[in-house]
C-alpha cells in the first residue's frame, strides 16, 4: 500500500506541471503569516512535511532562515524543487521518505506542514502521525482541507478537518492552540478549496 502512494506521487510529478495541480501556490500567505507570528531566529530548526515542489522553501531561504528540511515521498517532487532553486538548493535538508516512516533526530522549532496530513485517513495513521509530532515538534502549523473543502486530492480519498477537530486531536497529545482559520485557495485553474489552518505550541517541553 505505501509503495503504490509513493509510486501515485512519483506519477504526478512526473507527469503534471506546477500550472496543473491544485496545490500550487505562487506565494504560501497564510503559512508565511503563522511563521512571522512565531518570531522564531533565523537559526531555527523548520521543517516542512510533504514541502515537495512548495515555495514555502524558497520564502524561507529569501528571509534567511539557515537550518530549513523538506521532506516529501516523492523524489521526483524534490528533484524539482532542486532544479528550480538551484546552488540555493544546497542549502536546505532534503529528506525523501513517507512521514510515518521518518525518524526525526531533532526537535523541530516549527513543525508545518500544508495538505500533506489529510491524506491520512486510517486512525492508527493519523495517531502514528500525532504522536511523531508531539515527540519532535515544538510549534506546529497544519493546514488541511476543511469541512467545506474537497472529498478528495489528486484522485485520492482525504480526511477533512474542522477547527475543533483538529484542536481534540492535537491538544490530547500535548499541544495548545494558538489560532485556527479558515483560508480560501485558489487553484491556478480557478476553482477554490476551503483550508482549516491551526497553530499549536508544545506544553510540556522538556
Known sequence: MQNAFKQHWENIYTTKTPEQVSWTQEMPETSIAFLEALQLPKDASILDVGGGDSKFA???????????????????????????????????HWINSNILDFQPSIKYDLWHDRAAFHFLTEKKEIDAYVQLASKFAKNLVIGTFSVDGPFKCSGLEITQYDENKMKDLFQTAGFQNTECKRVVHTTPFGSTQNFVFC????????
Open 58 to 92: 524558497d520564502y524561507l531561504l529569501k528571509k534567511g532562515f539557515t537550518n530549513i528540511s523538506v521532506l516529501d515521498i516523492s523524489e521526483k517532487s524534490i528533484e524539482r524543487a532542486k532544479n528550480r532553486l538551484g546552488n540555493e538548493a544546497n542549502k536546505i
Open 199 to 206: 497553530g499549536f505550541v508544545k506544553r510540556d517541553l522538556e
